[in-house]
Every structure is written in C-alpha cells, then in structure tokens.
C-alpha cells in the first residue's frame, strides 16, 4: 500500500473516532433542544452516562 493511501485509511479511521466521540454528549437529544442549549463546553451524563471528558 502507497504511503497516501496510509495516510487517508489512517485520516478516515482517525476522522471518524473522534467525530464518534464528540458526537456522545448530544446522542440522542432532539435538534430543538441544542437550538435553545448548544453545546459550548465539555458535557457529562449524557446518554451512555460518562463524566465530562471522557
């Protein structure tokens, strides 16, 4: 495998860990209620219960 190849199977896999991390704090709540409380800080107890910044 070429070494740009590498670099975007790692890029993807890294992309969508942390898409997939930052997206915990909010999994599960409706659009309407981030419109009138956007997330602006780290958040905690969320759906899977995890303290902030985990």
């Known amino acids: 495998m070429k070494m740009i190849e590498k670099n975007r199977l ?3 896999i890294f992309g969508v860990a942390v898409g ?3 997206g ?3 999994e ?3 659009r309407e209620d ?3 409380n956007p997330v602006k800080g780290m ?3 969320g ?3 995890q ?3 985990t």
């Open 34 to 36: 981030l419109r009138k």
């Open 47 to 49: 759906a899977h219960n």
């Open 28 to 30: 599960f709540s409706e």
């Open 24 to 26: 915990v704090p909010v």
């Open 43 to 45: 958040r905690g107890f």
């Open 10 to 12: 790692f890029g993807s």
């Open 51 to 53: 303290p902030p910044g």
């Open 20 to 22: 997939d991390a930052l």
